[in-house]
């Protein structure tokens, strides 16, 4: 069977990242983490859809300008959302004068993202590119689901749509936190037709992506200070554990999953996290700044997509899932001889503080 890793020779480097995120993400778990907290959820424009071409926007923007370099210096824009055609990111990439790559992974577009520009910083045909991606809880709830004025009741399996926006900047020198590996994942559908249970939809790809990643690769899961899935949410990751151990592969205390870390456990989100923008902020904050400081050497970042549509969910089609995995190591050696700690609390994994950062 032909590999769907890829190891990266020239290990592009991320120079700059930027995490921008809604009230109520900025009330949760990793709020002294994001860069800009909103103070309203329309972010001061006249319709949801627009705000969520702003925060991408935003988050472009404040990448390169972290990263320190000039968006003339930037050759490529991969970003990619949630909504019909990708359009919070098309529109978002016309106040760019650079190439745009659109992508459609559903919520595992961080990392698609990821992998294909490594790969193109890899194979030297870009020195700086930048991946991004958006989502939003009131977009995504009327395309996906149901008007809001209606204020459905959700069932316990359902999950909040993250409103919030990340993206970095790769490059082929520089200094911070090495993409080192790519595990490409493959579609796989175990026929669950319940648009209110991503987590059960997605887990399925996201075991096989891991099964995929430690066969092709030789690792373990002890080869990692974190082992992160993107938006499986409590019940999604709590059945990768199950389906791993039937595969004979055990995941211990570093691994977790943003849907499940976001939100504190009185935010009232039940299952957890969810979008394109859990783990896209999660990953461009904390995992970063964590990586950074050396506080953590390793980490296998698998956020995972459901390949829905409403047109497909309202046919009675199932809901196949992709997950896609990416290494980032860091560049700075570890103090005191090894890493911190490799446990991550589930519920209470970062400062509960609020950020100063906020419009």
């Known amino acids: 069977m032909a590999k769907r890793t890829v190891i990266f020779k020239n290990k592009p480097t991320i120079i700059g990242s930027y995490s921008i995120v809604g009230p109520k993400e900025g009330k949760g778990n990793f709020a002294s983490y994001f860069d800009f907290i909103m103070k309203d959820d329309c972010f001061g424009q006249d319709t949801y859809e ?24 930037i050759s490529l824009l991969l970003s990619g959302d949630l909504l019909n055609q990708i359009i919070s990111s098309s529109y978002a990439a016309r106040n760019f004068d650079m190439g745009f790559l659109g992508l459609f992974g559903a919520c595992s577009t961080m990392a698609e993202g990821l992998a294909v ?45 993250v409103t919030g926006a990340g993206a970095c900047v790769l490059s082929r020198k520089g200094n911070g936190p090495k993409v080192t590996m790519a595990t490409f994942g493959k579609v796989v559908d175990y026929e669950v037709n319940d648009v209110n249970d991503m987590g059960a939809a997605m887990a399925p790809s996201a075991m096989d992506t891991m ?95 459901a390949l829905m549509s409403t ?20 560049d700075v050696k570890p103090q005191g001889g090894g890493v911190q700690s490799k446990s991550i609390n589930k519920s209470t994994t970062a400062s509960k503080g609020r950020s100063k950062k906020e419009s």
């Open 50 to 73: 627009k705000a969520e071409k702003k925060m991408i926007e935003s988050a472009v923007a404040g990448a390169i300008k972290n990263a320190n370099i000039q968006a003339s210096d």
């Open 211 to 305: 099964l995929t990643h430690f066969r092709e690769t030789g690792r373990t899961p002890d080869d990692y200070d974190l082992i992160v899935t993107g938006d499986l949410g409590k019940l999604g990751s709590e059945i990768l554990i199950d389906l791993m151990e039937m595969n004979g592969i055990k995941l211990g205390l570093n691994y977790n999953d943003c849907g499940q870390m976001y939100f504190t456990r009185n935010q009232n989100t039940l299952s957890g996290g969810s979008g394109c923008g859990c783990s896209a902020t999660i990953l461009n904050s904390y995992i970063i700044s964590k990586l950074r400081k050396g506080e953590l050497q390793r980490v296998l970042f698998m956020p995972t997509g």
């Open 311 to 330: 047109t497909a969910s309202q046919q009675g089609e199932t809901i196949p899932g992709v997950c896609h995995a990416i290494v980032i190591e860091s």
């Open 117 to 161: 520009g490594s790969s193109l910083i890899d194979g030297g045909h870009f020195d700086n590119v930048v991946c991004a991606t958006g989502s939003h809880f009131c977009t995504a709830e009327r395309q996906f689901r149901f008007p809001l004025e209606l204020g459905n009741q959700r069932p316990p399996t359902s999950q909040w749509t």
